[in-house]
Nanobody, 121 residues
Framework: QVQLVESGGGLVQAGGSLRLSCAAS????????MGWYRQAPGKQRELVAS???????KSADSVKGRFTISRDNAKTTVYLQMNSLKPEDTAVYYC???????????????WGQGTQVTVSS
C-alpha cells in the first residue's frame, strides 16, 4: 500500500513562511514525478510546483520567487518552502505523485490527504 503523508500546514500572517513536507511510503518500485497542488474554496485544483521524472521543476507563475520545492536524496520526500505568503495562497495543499508500486509495471497517481494553509491579512 502506497501512501503520501503531508505535514506542515497551519495559520500564518501575510509575509510569513511555512514549510510543507510530503513523504511517500509503502511498497514502492519507483517514483516518476512528485509535487504539490492546491485548491482554494470555490476554485479548481492547480499545480503549485513539482518535479518531473527527469528532475525538472515546474511551478506556477504566482509562486515563482516565493515558493521553493526540494526533495531528499532518496527522492521519496518533497518539501515546499513557502515565503512571503499572501492571503491568496490560502488553500488546501495536496501532495501528488506518480508511482509504480513494487511488483507492478504501471504508473499510478496518488494524492495525499491535504493540509490546510491559511494566510491572514
Amino acid at each position: 500500500q502506497v501512501q503520501l503523508v503531508e505535514s506542515g500546514g497551519g495559520l500564518v500572517q501575510a509575509g510569513g513562511s511555512l514549510r510543507l513536507s510530503c513523504a511517500a511510503s509503502g511498497s514502492i518500485f519507483s517514483i516518476n514525478a512528485m509535487g504539490w497542488y492546491r485548491q482554494a474554496p470555490g476554485k479548481q485544483r492547480e499545480l503549485v510546483a513539482s518535479f518531473s521524472s527527469s528532475g525538472m521543476i515546474k511551478s506556477a507563475d504566482s509562486v515563482k520567487g516565493r515558493f521553493t520545492i526540494s526533495r531528499d536524496n532518496a527522492k521519496t520526500t518533497v518539501y515546499l518552502q513557502m515565503n512571503s505568503l499572501k492571503p491568496e495562497d490560502t488553500a488546501v495543499y495536496y501532495c501528488n505523485a506518480l508511482i509504480t508500486p513494487s511488483g507492478g509495471v504501471y504508473l499510478y497517481e496518488y494524492w495525499g490527504q491535504g493540509t490546510q494553509v491559511t494566510v491572514s491579512s
